[in-house]
């Protein structure tokens, strides 16, 4: 793998910047899915315990036949298993799913401010999972600047990646800066923006792949949209986490290291920013009352 498409995260583990992506997608087609995606060249997987798909991840990695330390695992803690035992137990329900023993990137997939008491005991287990060597990282999901600082009050690890919304449109310059600072990566969910959908979020949403100029540059560098906006993302230092079940989507998402963006497209880019979410935010919701439940393995 090219140089470029890697990193070392602040604890030195080495982490592919694409990664592929399977929220919304149904458990029976995510196998396929990630078959696809690994033959195409993808070599990180993201996925969650409340995507409950972690076993269509796990049947894809061993149809691909590549061997285990080849693929970069990423999943989520959801927010019904925050404590310290139970999230040492979610581990175990994710990791059975996968079929690993050793997850290379775990993260807590929302700060639920509203019980904060309970993601720092989260996060001690994921610190606990990571000194015993059961995890190779760890990180965090959707957290602003101010949750950090909460988090950073007792933790003793600093999260090696905070994944977050970001796109043309949501850009989160506090958010990046913040992570900057702390040496967190910052990894994109909804990367290329308007695709990813949440039922009662950003109804007015517009796609930034319609946005004129997302297509004057592709025009100009004879790329799609996405594959912009993709670039944008590796040159500005951050993980993608782009999604889709059709074979030439994950194939042209892939496809993004043979041209490079000029600082002024970069700059264009950065300013299409609207400063507006299109999925929650993770200080106005309560995720623990959302309807999410996720079965034992």
């Known amino acids: 793998m090219s140089a470029e498409a890697i990193i070392a995260l602040n604890n030195g583990v080495v982490m592919p910047l694409r990664g592929f992506g399977v929220f919304q997608t149904p458990p029976g087609a995510t196998a396929a899915a990630v078959e696809t995606a690994l033959a195409t060249g993808y070599r990180h997987i993201d996925t969650a315990a409340a995507y409950r798909n972690e076993q269509g991840v796990g049947e894809g990695w061993r149809r691909s036949g590549l061997a285990r330390e080849d693929v970069f695992l990423e999943t989520k803690v ?14 175990d329900t994710s990791a059975a799913k996968l079929g690993v023993d050793v997850i290379d990137l775990l993260i807590l997939h929302q700060p639920m401010p509203q019980h904060f008491a309970r993601t720092r005991e ?46 043309p449109y949501f850009t989160q310059p506090a958010v990046q800066a913040a992570d900057t600072r702390r040496g967190i990566l910052t990894q994109a969910w909804s990367p290329i923006g308007g695709i990813t959908f949440y039922p009662g979020y950003g109804e007015d949403r517009r796609s930034v792949l319609d946005d004129r100029t997302v297509q004057d540059i592709a025009a100009r560098v004879a790329k799609s949209p996405a594959q912009v906006l993709l670039r944008w993302h590796l040159q500005q230092g951050r993980s993608a986490i782009p999604k889709s079940t059709h074979p030439g989507r994950i194939a042209e998402n892939f496809d993004i290291l043979d041209f490079a963006l000029s600082p ?18 993770p200080d106005a919701v309560d995720p623990s009352t959302w309807d999410v439940v996720v079965p034992e393995a």
């Open 122 to 167: 989260a996060y001690r287990a994921l610190e606990r999972l990571l000194a015993d060597g059961r995890v190779r990282a760890i990180g965090v999901s959707n957290f602003l600047p101010h949750h950090l600082d909460a988090l950073l009050e007792s933790a003793s690890v600093v999260p090696a990646v905070n994944q977050v919304e970001l796109h």
């Open 78 to 91: 959801w927010v019904s298993d925050y404590g310290y035992e139970q999230t040492l137990h979610a581990f």
């Open 264 to 281: 002024e497209d970069l700059s264009r880019l950065d300013a299409l920013d609207t400063g507006r979410r299109g999925g929650p935010d």
